[in-house]
């Protein structure tokens, strides 16, 4: 029988975001990335989406190695609290996403539970778990991407990670298109491929051509210039300082986690940034609004972030006024649409002229379109085709591209979240279906808050809660005081509670009367009869939540 | 002293949606537009929302007229709401309008509830309220929209409406630009003007282009063709319509909405529409997929619309399955964006290959850009603009577009719900302010669900509620049962549900000895040390909800 390689995807498929594969032979597994998510507004009160972490647990004792392809949350956010609960010999990663992952790692206090090992995408191939593995450099919207070339018992894999084919990077680091050529020669068995922006037509502009639109921009502008990136997107930065320096501006960075990955870009040698040009955003009073350019964080509209703050006059050391630029250089991620728009119309309420994605070409989007998949695909020229990364309509559009550049359609594998999908003898099919939900981290708690909780905060958000107070007892046990109905998030309506203390009363009254006296059935009453009032009179239906007390 | 005429929004300006403008002398006031708005995120449970009419209803007896620029929800949405509180007249409105709004008053009982007065657009000017009024047809999504012009005793006030400068509409009734500029040699003393894409540069496509777009689009496919869109837009069901006809297909109308504008907009004679081409929704099983285009609602992705039921193979009707077509046939507003991606998902899943407007020319604005607006105001010279439709960065883009054109900047005023613009002798200031809030529908209930509510719903909707019983009483009245703690929408707590009663049984014991009885001191001890408690081991802050029980 032919050897068998696993390929689990935990997440990343059939969403944006926590994505996580799972690489198997019968020697080891080894994950590649461990993302998290953002909760969607359904998710009442959740802080963070982890991908389900039940299939590792289960085969704690195979697990060799991490291989993290860039250093974005969705690719990275997850390894805290993947390292916390199971053992993981290896961390790989190339020298940038070590540096974040490392401080990542300290906060949570972590930073000895995996030895963090250097990727070199340049190096020879090097035996992670049971596979021999090379990396390609790919660009994207943070540097130091790679790709990952996994030679298994069953095939060789190629997984691309994030990437764009961006002919001019700021960096110089380009997508080697050479070696995935040279990668299609050898041969490739799997292609696991980034599908995000398979939709989209064409070809994705370059990063240079942001540093475009900065500079002709900003040198006509006279007052502050603001600007607000994904703290992670360190090529805008320096394109932004460089603007700066060439227009006689000094540049504040205000925001914690735009501070911390600019120094440990700078410290690393990923950014070249001079201390002459950067200011103390304390200091930032001391110069006038033309001298300063301000990079911040904030560009999704986050309720405590810097530029939010500044546009509700909020900030201790940032006052935007009449005159000054704003530049949003991102796109909002779906979802945040909203308050992008609201801190948008708060900085031009303020005098701002607030530039964006929408009306100047200030953002350019980290991942390939449609016509650089298929140049990728036409590379490799993969045996088989997997999409990644994407809701399911990208990975049915990267389907459609590789059908387009010759792949046949029974090559092509759309699986989901806990898909297995097994390559023997270069055919690679679904054969099984592991558990690959969700796990939410709401404050301190990790998984604890399931759908119920989620359902009844949804209940409760809709309409508010309302909660009668019974008392039954005396010396029969069936004397009754008058119940106190308390009623939150519902709405203006004493008299309507006056009524629902009367109705609770005549429902505990009837089954009394009637022998019911099991405080179980007697709420269930209670609740009917409460919920039918409140109903008609309001067209509503709150959490009616009654409490019997015996006395 | 000169006459003055007073202008006050009380909706529509900083925002999306709402649309009320009050224009009044001294001999009465008349109202333009009464529309809604839909709930944002942080509305939970609200069903919709209506301007506030407390100016309205101060005002009652100097009320004639509501005039109505054109059918959209935004627009006359809030008209019965209005009606039902407030004796108003005459209610003005070109056919298709009215067609609509009688429809709608019919629903609300209400069609007796003023008279209702057709709008002439080629018509001479009519006396509505203290004004002599004429209108100017204007293109825009919906047919049969009009800007207003009043003559009023303190000069010329033009207000356009929603529009589009289409040259080449569907139903050939163009923006009247020979009126408008006709107007303009007459002299406009105050231009109120739609700002909605204000930051937009260039022209919207036409109407027709979404045509062109079906053509291209539609003879080449095999299966089923679905199109959905907004249940007003009247010609873009027109062209789909007849392109099915030039392909051979039957046509099924499926959502109320849709039903009932279509049946209004045909009987007025604003779609041209043979019957032998309809065929009813459950009569679509007799036809070939490839025979059939299903027009339908739920271009937003709202829950219970038809295109949503279909994602999830939930419609009685309709199945959607591998080779049909799917065109999205709108832009998702904003905030909307995950939902409709939702349903592009399910249908994509269920085979079906879905066009929308990010990868397809299937859609265009029915409102103006920066140059259309430009024309307008090239067109009327007015000596005064003022932006309104729009949020604040639209009406400071709007500005900026009427100084380019030559207006001068202390002639544009930017005003907001509830501001006093008074115009005098050709000079228009804010003199002043009055009451424009929000008015919240929620259920059955208009206006009873306030800030308070929706603070507790989303308190209720972060982390749920713990509902703490404690009962007091016996020979002294010191005698306490363990308390008992209810929780929802918390998470799965067991053994700290047992602490809270601990917590909870301690703090009250507490109080008891140093002869603290008040109930209302009692439960604020009993709430702080459960929410210490819980914010310690959680991190989170769920509502407490503290009762005692005296027996």
Chains 1, 2 share one sequence.
């Not at 201790?316 to 945040?336: F, M």
């Amino acid at each position: 029988m032919a050897d068998s390689t696993r390929i689990i995807p935990l997440g990343g498929l059939g969403e944006i975001g926590k994505n996580m594969t799972v690489i198997e032979s019968d020697d080891g597994l080894v994950i590649i990335d461990a993302g998290l998510s953002f909760p969607r507004d359904e998710h009442l009160g959740v802080d963070l989406v982890l991908p389900d972490f039940s299939y590792l647990r289960e085969r704690r004792d195979e697990i060799r190695a991490v291989i993290l392809t860039h250093g974005h949350e969705d690719h990275v956010g997850a390894l805290p609290y993947l390292l916390r609960e199971i053992q993981v010999p290896e961390v790989w990663a190339t020298r940038l996403t070590l540096g974040l992952v490392k401080s990542k790692l300290d906060e949570h206090g972590l930073v000895q539970a995996a030895e963090l090992l250097e990727i070199d995408p340049e190096g020879a191939p090097v035996a992670i778990g049971p596979f021999m593995c090379e990396f390609v450099r790919m660009a994207h919207s943070i540097p130091d991407a790679v790709a990952v070339v996994l030679d298994t018992p069953a095939g060789r894999i190629v997984h691309t990670g994030d990437y764009k084919i961006d002919h001019t990077p700021v960096d110089g680091f380009r997508t080697d298109v050479g070696k995935l050529a040279d990668l299609g020669n050898r041969g490739v068995d799997l292609l696991l491929s980034d599908s995000t922006n398979a939709e989209r037509p064409g070809v994705t502009p370059s990063e240079r051509t942001v540093g475009e639109a900065f500079r002709a921009i900003i040198p006509q502008r006279k007052g502050r210039i603001l600007i607000a990136s994904f703290a992670s997107n360190v090529h805008r930065m320096q394109q932004a300082i460089e603007v700066a320096a060439e227009t006689g501006r000094r540049v504040a960075i205000v925001g914690r986690s735009l501070r911390k990955n600019i120094n440990i870009a700078r410290n690393l040698g990923y950014m070249d940034v001079s201390d002459d040009i950067l200011v103390k955003p304390s200091d930032l009073g001391e110069l006038r609004p033309e001298e300063t350019m301000i990079l911040c964080t904030g560009s999704q509209g986050e309720p405590m972030s810097a530029l939010t703050r500044m546009a509700y006059r909020d900030h201790s050391n940032v006052t935007v006024s009449e005159g000054d630029t704003v530049i949003i250089s991102a796109k909002p991620v779906p979802g945040n649409e909203l308050r992008v728009h609201d801190t948008i119309n708060g900085l031009t309420r303020l005098g701002a002229e607030v530039l964006h994605q929408e009306i100047a070409p200030v953002h350019v989007s980290g991942h390939g379109n449609a016509e650089e998949m298929r140049t990728v695909i036409a590379l490799l020229r993969p045996r088989n085709v997997m999409p990644v990364h994407g809701e399911f309509r990208m990975q049915t559009a990267q389907a459609r591209l590789a059908r387009d550049v010759g792949v046949p359609g029974d090559r092509i594998v759309i699986a989901e979240n806990g898909s297995v999908v097994e390559m023997r003898a270069g055919i690679v099919r679904i054969t099984g279906q592991v558990e690959a939900g969700v796990t939410f981290v709401d404050g301190l708690g990790v998984g604890d808050v399931r759908d119920v909780a989620l359902r009844d905060r949804r209940h409760l958000s809709e309409d508010g809660v309302l909660i009668v107070v019974a008392t039954i007892g005396g010396r029969n046990g069936r004397e009754i005081e008058t119940p106190d109905v308390i009623a939150r998030g519902f709405g203006e309506a004493g008299p309507l509670l006056e009524e629902a203390r009367i109705a609770a009363e005549r429902a505990l009254a009837e089954c009394l009367a009637e022998e019911i006296v099991e405080l179980k059935l007697l709420q269930e009453h209670i609740h009917d009869a409460v919920a039918q009032l409140v109903h008609e009179r309001t067209g509503r239906r709150p959490m009616i939540l009654p409490v019997v007390v015996e006395v």
